[in-house]
């Protein structure tokens, strides 16, 4: 799991792109590894440790706890959907457009105009984030499907998953 973790941490920190509105990272790969070994709740604790010492160590910005929640909520729905289930395209679908729904359009706007005084029905937090959706729904869900065909799940869930 610590391994998992590290590569988030990398995948979102320094491989990943960030505005002051707008992040797009592929943290989401090593979150669903982790989600279909440990399950809901170790992903989110997971995904929590991971904001946590990456926004510490190679933090950009100023640290809001409202992140670290979209990090567990993130790593509990990605957990629901993967955890003894089939990466299925559906699943990996179901799965990536509701995280688009709850965090990137609801909560992160949220955090964004609380930490920067931003009206919440600021036309500048909703179109970029809009675009950002409609470009990485498919994207996630085709790499999630692609990554999920490839780990060969089954075996590391019989070594590392309790």
């Known amino acids: 799991m ?3 973790i590290a590569l988030m941490i990398v995948l979102s920190q320094v491989f990943g792109f960030e505005t002051q509105l707008l992040k797009i990272t592929f943290d989401f790969i090593p979150q669903v590894v982790m989600a279909s070994l440990f ?3 170790w992903t989110g604790m997971g995904s929590v440790i991971a904001d946590l010492i990456g926004s510490t160590v190679l933090g950009k910005g100023a640290f809001f706890i409202g992140f ?5 909520i ?3 729905l990605y957990g629901y959907f993967f955890y003894k289930k089939p990466i299925s395209w559906k699943n990996a679908f179901l799965c990536v457009l509701l995280n688009t729904l709850i965090i990137s359009l609801f909560l992160t706007p949220l955090w964004l105009s609380i930490m920067y005084k931003i009206p ?3 036309g500048r937090l909703w179109m970029i984030r809009i675009v950002k959706a409609l470009i990485m729904l498919p994207l996630q869900t ?15 869930s019989k070594r590392f998953a309790a």
Request: charged fraction near 5%.
């Open 74 to 76: 993130t790593g509990i």
């Open 39 to 41: 399950g809901p709740l």
């Open 68 to 72: 670290t929640l979209n990090a567990f």
């Open 142 to 156: 085709t790499m999630i499907v692609f990554f999920g065909n490839v780990i060969p799940f089954k075996s590391l």
């Open 120 to 122: 919440f029905t600021d």
């Open 2 to 4: 610590g391994l998992l």
